[in-house]
């Protein structure tokens, strides 16, 4: 079955200090996977997205991504985290065969102190 | 340019009504779909509208729910006799059709759904 783990509920941070959000999956073939950010009674914002290429991807608000096939892995990175990155980050892989049918890691509560 | 929106922004309903959620996509977006946000069950797949293609359903809960979307446009979420555990954020993203994979979804705001 297809499916997405990130295994911490949450990650606590200094502000400054860099950044890791894990993501690990579960697809058939070559996957396609998404960081979403959803802040406080908002929805969820786009973060970046790997399709193919280059394993590193860069995205909004200086986050990236690398994509780790061996691993299956897809971590959310950022080298200096602000007070502001505090909020809910989820993991998605699109479903194979169901074009369209995102399925959403549980995410991750990232809390940035001052 | 505008984003995905969606109304009521918070609905409270009795037990056995019916609700109606609306959403309305990116112009231009012809992919649409619903998702569920609620505490147990994190954030799940409900429907997908892609173009003039009949709606993957996979992911409705049960028989009272349904969608449509009228004209390639605005999509609207129906509840019948609704339940305490329909109560969640419904979220409607949308997005464009590229040959072989989606592209990126969109999320407008949500309606947060009570059911007392």
């Known amino acids: 079955a297809q499916s997405v783990a990130q295994p911490e509920d949450q990650v606590n941070v200094a502000e400054g200090n860099p950044l890791t959000v894990k993501c690990t999956y579960s697809v058939s073939g070559n996957p396609y996977l998404f960081w979403y950010v959803q802040y406080p009674n908002r929805g969820l914002q786009f973060l970046l997205k790997y399709i193919t290429g280059d394993n590193l991807v860069k995205g909004s608000y200086g986050f990236e991504a690398e994509f780790n096939k061996s691993q299956t892995s897809f971590h959310l990175k950022k080298p200096s985290a602000l007070v502001s990155d505090s909020a809910l980050y989820f993991c998605?892989?699109?479903?194979?065969?169901?074009?369209?049918?995102?399925?959403f890691g549980k995410g991750t509560k990232l809390s940035v102190k001052p | 340019g505008a984003g995905v929106s969606q109304s009521p922004s918070n609905k409270v309903t009795e037990k056995g009504k019916d609700v109606e959620l609306r959403c309305d996509p990116i112009s231009g977006h012809t992919a649409l779909y619903w998702y569920r946000q609620s505490l147990g069950q994190g954030l799940e797949f409900l429907i997908y509208f892609q173009g003039n293609s009949a709606p993957d359903k996979s992911g409705l809960p049960s028989d009272r729910f349904s969608a449509e979307r009228t004209g390639g446009s605005v999509s609207t979420l129906t509840i019948q006799r609704t339940q305490q555990e329909d109560s969640a954020v419904y979220l409607c993203?949308?997005?464009?059709?590229?040959?072989?994979?989606?592209?990126?979804?969109?999320f407008g705001p949500g309606t947060r759904l009570t059911v007392l």
């Open positions: 993203a949308s997005s464009l059709e590229l040959a072989g994979y989606t592209d990126t979804q969109y």
């Open positions: 998605a892989v699109e479903k194979r065969g169901s074009q369209g049918n995102l399925i």
